[in-house]
């Protein structure tokens, strides 16, 4: 079975500064890659996805993420952080070959200081 | 606009009083799942549904209820809510045509209590 670990669980950072979270993965095939973000009060978003190719993945709101299978790790970033970018990001791995069994991690708190 | 649609957002409830929580989706599709959300436990899936009338166990379905009757509709039924119900719920919706895991529509959440 698949697992997802994201290992910091808050996060502060100052607006302006640059942003990484971490994800690890355990599979053992290819995986599909997520990454979600949910704002106070609302459902989560996908912000990006990976399912094969450039391993350097953009996504909605100036994030990216590579996948590095070596380290199974499918790490967000973002090279300057916004006020509004204070939420919670998840991210997921699915199976492949599988339909829709995705496992989420237990999710990283962003907390942005001015 | 393309959305899940889930009711109620908040319900606050007695144990043993049986409620549905329900959840709508406008966008044709054909998967749908529920989740519930906990601090420190991420998303757990409960239960799942590939179309109408298929739906099967996720990781934690104890004392739960779906059902798949049409395909915009699937309602969570709890028949004998317990205060371990308490928690932050999640509807899901994808389509296949994106390919096995399409990203996941979300709803906009509904928080129980059970007391």
């Known amino acids: 079975a698949q697992s997802v670990t994201q290992p910091d669980i808050h996060i502060t950072v100052s607006e302006g500064a640059s942003l990484e979270l971490r994800c690890n993965y355990s599979y053992g095939a290819t995986p599909y890659l997520f990454w979600y973000v949910q704002s106070p009060g609302q459902g989560l978003q996908l912000l990006l996805k990976y399912f094969s190719g450039d391993t350097l993945v953009q996504g909605i709101k100036g994030f990216e993420a590579e996948f590095k299978r070596s380290q199974s790790s499918f790490n967000l970033r973002k090279p300057s952080v916004h006020w509004s970018d204070a939420a919670e990001y998840f991210c997921a791995v699915g199976v492949s070959g599988g339909y829709q069994k995705v496992t989420f991690g237990i999710g990283t708190k962003l907390q942005v200081i001015p | 606009e393309a959305q899940v649609t889930q009711n109620p957002r908040y319900l606050i409830t007695v144990t043993g009083k049986k409620l549905t929580v329900t959840c709508s989706q406008n966008?044709?599709?054909?998967?749908m799942s529920w989740y519930r959300q906990d601090p420190g436990l991420g998303l757990r899936q409960i239960y799942y549904?590939?179309?109408?009338?298929?739906?099967d166990k996720g990781d934690v379905p104890e004392g739960y209820k779906v059902s798949r009757k049409e395909k915009r509709n699937f309602p969570l039924i709890l028949e004998s809510p317990s205060p371990n119900q308490t928690s932050l719920y999640f509807c899901a919706s994808s389509s296949p045509q994106g390919g096995y895991n399409s990203p996941l529509h979300f709803g906009n959440g509904t928080r129980l209590t059970v007391t």
């Open positions: 549904s590939m179309n109408v009338e298929v739906t």
């Open positions: 966008m044709n599709h054909e998967y």
